[in-house]
């Protein structure tokens, strides 16, 4: 079992009891609100870091998966600052370089906010309630089928791509990068994922798969809870709009 | 021979590409209703590719008839709902997040309501020893537990044909015994691809041998059939 499976439905706090198309539109919406406040003022920062922390709390996101996050925005974002000097800030009132500074480091700060929020939510969602969440998303049939598929696809791709990974390293290519099976990597990849793409499609039509039947039948109606949620979140993406605009 | 056989193979020739050389040719045999009937050969003799043609999924030349109905481009997906089909490699044919879901589909798009379809596929799984893997994601399982699950969604809808390919590949003996069990107790005709002899010889009453594509013997002693696979005598 590897991480990209495990960190699905990990989680265990209060957001678990909402409907699973909840969880995923309350995400959404609290990562739109994250990329909308202002950074330009500390107030703004704070309402995003607030609201961040407050979304991780309620989807119980369990303190070594909040590390693990910690440590990928770190890898992936706190290079940004390394790129400081040629950033362009258009903020007059600062000095050159402290303006260079500050639109990075905001860059890299809403970046990290928003991978916790989606590592939040994904916490919150187990893989076995995903394509609940997509049929209950008001989205046309096609697309949520397709985004089903997607999820369900790709997981298994990673999966075999793990294997193959593992077998290319147990064959010599971690110690002393053999080039000549790092170079072959694409191409068995490539042929697997075509040879899986090929068999998976013959199911799809052995079981009589269509747009029609590819999702659940019936999906739950939305709660009292649930509501309230969507209408606290909505209300707040609304709010960092108006403050984005006002700012 | 058409009667009473739920599957029948007329002269089938199998190729891939109109001028390719045949993977399988001139293939004759039947499998009576509640017969099963086991798949041997080497590897690249064309038992998947056999069992693939039965469901319309390969072009072929020649006749197939499946519980009765012609296989043709306008009966091919009549014919594949009476047909269920466990794949060798169970992730190709596993298509929801979640195993009872993936399990009832098979029913759920017959219109059978959700509560009643996820009845039987919980019954379907427990047939197999896996009831308890009902509401995990398929991620979650191990290859022979994949397998299981694949397997209850072939067998859920009770279709009068099963054509299993390697369906004991990825058991442990226990899960093979218990496997054979079930499938004996089955009503259903059955084709099984496999290479495991022992575990074929608990389940089919008799075999075909395939060899380069074509028909190499068939019959009901296990024994030599499994000599014949040993010495390579064929």
């Not at chain 1, 678990?16 to 995923?24: A, E, I, K, W, Y």
């Amino acid at each position: 079992m590897n991480v990209p499976f495990d960190m699905w439905g990990s989680g265990n706090g209060p957001a678990l009891r909402l409907l699973p198309q909840t969880r995923m539109l309350c995400g959404t919406a609290v990562f739109t609100s994250c990329m909308l406040l202002p950074f330009s003022t500390s107030a703004g920062t704070a309402c995003a870091v607030g609201l961040t922390a407050l979304w991780c709390l309620l989807c119980g996101m369990p303190l070594r998966r909040a590390v693990l996050c910690l440590g990928i925005a770190g890898a992936l974002f706190v290079p940004i600052l390394l790129m400081t000097p040629w950033i362009q800030a258009g903020d007059a009132h600062n000095s050159a370089m402290a303006g260079r500074l500050a639109a990075s480091g905001t860059i890299a700060l809403r970046a990290s906010l928003c991978l916790f929020i989606s590592f939040a939510t994904i916490t919150a969602l187990p893989l076995s309630e995903a394509h609940t969440a997509f049929a209950g998303l008001p989205l046309p049939r096609t697309a949520a089928v397709l985004l089903v598929q997607m999820l369900n696809q790709t997981l298994f791709l990673i999966e075999e791509t793990g294997r193959v990974i593992r077998a290319i390293r147990l064959r010599g290519a971690g110690r002393g990068l053999h080039v000549r099976l790092l170079f072959s990597f694409p191409v068995v990849w490539m042929g697997r994922m075509l040879f899986r793409a090929e068999r998976t499609a013959m199911a799809m039509t052995m079981r009589g798969y269509t747009v029609r039947d590819g999702l659940p039948a019936s999906v739950s109606c939305y709660a009292g809870k649930d509501i309230l949620m969507l209408v606290t979140t909505g209300c707040i993406a609304v709010g960092s709009l108006v403050l984005r605009i006002l700012s | 021979m058409t009667s009473e056989k739920t599957l029948i193979f007329k002269d089938v020739t199998v190729r891939y590409h109109d001028k390719s050389a045949s993977v399988l040719s001139g293939i004759t045999m039947g499998v009576s209703s509640n017969e099963r009937v086991a798949l041997f050969g080497l590897n690249g003799s064309g038992k998947t590719t056999l069992l693939l043609a039965a469901t319309g999924l390969l072009p072929f030349t020649g006749r197939i008839v499946v519980d009765g109905i012609e296989l043709t481009k306008k009966t091919a997906d009549t014919v594949r709902d009476r047909i269920g089909f466990l794949f060798s490699t169970p992730e190709d044919q596993i298509l929801f997040p979640r195993v009872i879901d993936d399990t009832a589909f098979s029913l759920t798009r017959r219109k059978i309501p959700v509560k009643e379809a996820h009845a039987r596929a919980h019954d379907a799984l427990a047939r197999l020893g896996a009831a308890d893997l009902a509401d995990k994601s398929p991620f979650q399982l191990s290859h022979g537990q994949r397998q299981r699950v694949a397997l209850a969604g072939a067998l859920v809808a009770a279709p009068p044909l099963l054509l299993l390919d390697e369906p004991s590949s990825a058991l442990d003996p226990a899960g093979k015994r218990s496997l054979a069990v079930t499938l004996s107790g089955i009503n259903a005709a059955m084709l099984v691809a496999t290479h495991d002899i022992p575990f074929a010889a608990s389940v089919c009453s008799r075999y075909v041998l395939l060899n380069a594509g074509k028909t190499h013997s068939e019959g009901v002693d296990f024994k030599k059939a499994e000599l014949c696979l040993d010495d390579s005598k064929i």
